[in-house]
């Protein structure tokens, strides 16, 4: 829940406390947010400006960089990172540019998969084939971008020790999520089914939830949620594609998002209730395709599901509440110390 310092200041008077005491929660409140964005100019500007720069050095690259050597590219790609780093770090140390810094320092861990490839490209230390062109990193699978991702991974793993800016955790759940492909056919070579693949995003996912649930809550900012993202992504993604064309695999399909959506009360995630509402309403449609298509009927119907679907979000907001807490006590003991 996000709040204005007009609302705290009106519960502060309905519960009785004092001015000096709302303040100083605000106060409190503020210090907490100095790395978590706000929906205002500077943050969009900060986040903009970032990923533009992310961008042209990762995802609109041209295939003129392939005129550099292996060593060029390694060179030009620490240059850049290093002077990020070092102007995120002075930037750091300034309570009024948190944010910036650390999204400077997000750039430079961008960087890692470049640096990595141009020296794979100088000594030739490709885990399989040559892959050729960088530009072919972000669309295509190939099992040689592997050590590009764990080097990504490490990277942001040790940014996280000087800059506690919880967006770092962002380029290493997408590496791990191209890394549940390339490691397909790492593992698989060019014999991979596309069943092998589907498999091995599935656990993949698995692993990075489980990884992420273990980082929840054990600080007081939030490090799991681009875990979370990428691997609900990576999970139900393997999932939708593992396609058996049987019923009764179609409705564990259904039943596994209604977990996802029961996790998103237990773990109070609203990314669990996205995904789980995506594949059930999935699992709905595709099931009134099927029996309705070639009837006048299939509007109606699908109309239908459709009221349905919103009858039953006006239901879980009424007992949102009471349901989250209902939930919550059932995991056990364990599990909500550890988390």
């Given at each position: 829940?996000?709040?204005?310092?007009?609302?705290?200041?009106?519960?502060?008077?309905?519960?009785?406390?004092?001015?000096?005491?709302?303040?100083?929660?605000?106060?409190?409140?503020?210090?907490?947010?100095?790395?978590?964005?706000?929906?205002?100019?500077?943050?969009?500007?900060?986040?903009?400006?970032?990923?533009?720069?992310?961008?042209?050095?990762?995802?609109?690259?041209?295939?003129?960089?392939?005129?550099?050597?292996?060593?060029?590219?390694?060179?030009?790609?620490?240059?850049?990172?290093?002077?990020?780093?070092?102007?995120?770090?002075?930037?750091?140390?300034?309570?009024?540019?948190?944010?910036?810094?650390?999204?400077?320092?997000?750039?430079?861990?961008?960087?890692?998969?470049?640096?990595?490839?141009?020296?794979?490209?100088?000594?030739?230390?490709?885990?399989?084939?040559?892959?050729?062109?960088?530009?072919?990193?972000?669309?295509?699978?190939?099992?040689?971008?592997?050590?590009?991702?764990?080097?990504?991974?490490?990277?942001?793993?040790?940014?996280?020790?000087?800059?506690?800016?919880?967006?770092?955790?962002?380029?290493?759940?997408?590496?791990?999520?191209?890394?549940?492909?390339?490691?397909?056919?790492?593992?698989?070579?060019?014999?991979?089914?596309?069943?092998?693949?589907?498999?091995?995003?599935?656990?993949?996912?698995?692993?990075?939830?489980?990884?992420?649930?273990?980082?929840?809550?054990?600080?007081?900012?939030?490090?799991?949620?681009?875990?979370?993202?990428?691997?609900?992504?990576?999970?139900?993604g393997g999932l939708s594609l593992l396609d058996s064309g049987?019923?009764?695999?179609?409705?564990?399909?259904?039943?596994?998002?209604?977990?996802?959506?029961?996790?998103?009360?237990?773990?109070?995630?609203?990314?669990?209730?996205?995904?789980?509402?995506?594949?059930?309403?999935?699992?709905?449609?595709?099931?009134?395709?099927?029996?309705?298509?070639?009837?006048?009927?299939?509007?109606?119907?699908?109309?239908?599901?459709?009221?349905?679907?919103?009858?039953?979000?006006?239901?879980?907001?009424?007992?949102?509440?009471?349901?989250?807490?209902?939930?919550?006590?059932?995991?056990?003991?364990?599990?909500?110390?550890?988390?």
């Amino acid at each position: 829940m996000k709040i204005s310092k007009q609302q705290l200041e009106r519960a502060a008077v309905v519960t009785g406390l004092s001015s000096e005491q709302a303040q100083a929660i605000w106060q409190q409140l503020e210090t907490r947010s100095d790395v978590e964005a706000h929906f205002e100019p500077a943050h969009v500007g900060y986040y903009f400006g970032a990923l533009l720069v992310i961008g042209a050095m990762g995802w609109f690259m041209t295939n003129g960089w392939d005129s550099f050597q292996g060593w060029e590219l390694f060179t030009i790609t620490s240059g850049y990172a290093a002077i990020f780093l070092l102007v995120g770090r002075w930037l750091w140390l300034q309570p009024l540019f948190k944010i910036p810094a650390g999204l400077l320092a997000t750039v430079a861990v961008c960087m890692t998969p470049l640096a990595v490839y141009g020296l794979e490209r100088q000594f030739h230390l490709w885990p399989s084939m040559d892959p050729g062109s960088y530009v072919r990193f972000h669309p295509y699978i190939n099992a040689s971008w592997v050590l590009m991702e764990i080097a990504t991974v490490l990277a942001a793993a040790a940014a996280l020790r000087y800059f506690r800016f919880p967006f770092l955790t962002a380029p290493a759940a997408y590496a791990l999520w191209y890394m549940s492909m390339d490691l397909t056919e790492l593992v698989y070579g060019k014999g991979w089914q596309w069943r092998d693949r589907c498999i091995i995003s599935v656990a993949f996912g698995v692993f990075m939830l489980l990884v992420s649930y273990w980082f929840d809550g054990k600080t007081e900012l939030d490090y799991s949620f681009w875990g979370y993202l990428f691997g609900l992504m990576t999970f139900t993604g393997g999932l939708s594609l593992l396609d058996s064309g049987s019923q009764l695999a179609k409705l564990g399909y259904c039943l596994i998002h209604v977990v996802l959506i029961v996790i998103s009360l237990v773990l109070r995630r609203r990314v669990f209730l996205i995904f789980g509402g995506l594949g059930v309403f999935g699992y709905l449609s595709n099931e009134a395709y099927t029996y309705f298509r070639n009837s006048v009927a299939f509007p109606f119907v699908l109309s239908f599901i459709g009221i349905l679907i919103i009858f039953g979000a006006m239901k879980f907001k009424k007992n949102e509440s009471a349901l989250q807490q209902q939930f919550a006590a059932w995991i056990p003991r364990k599990l909500k110390a550890a988390n």
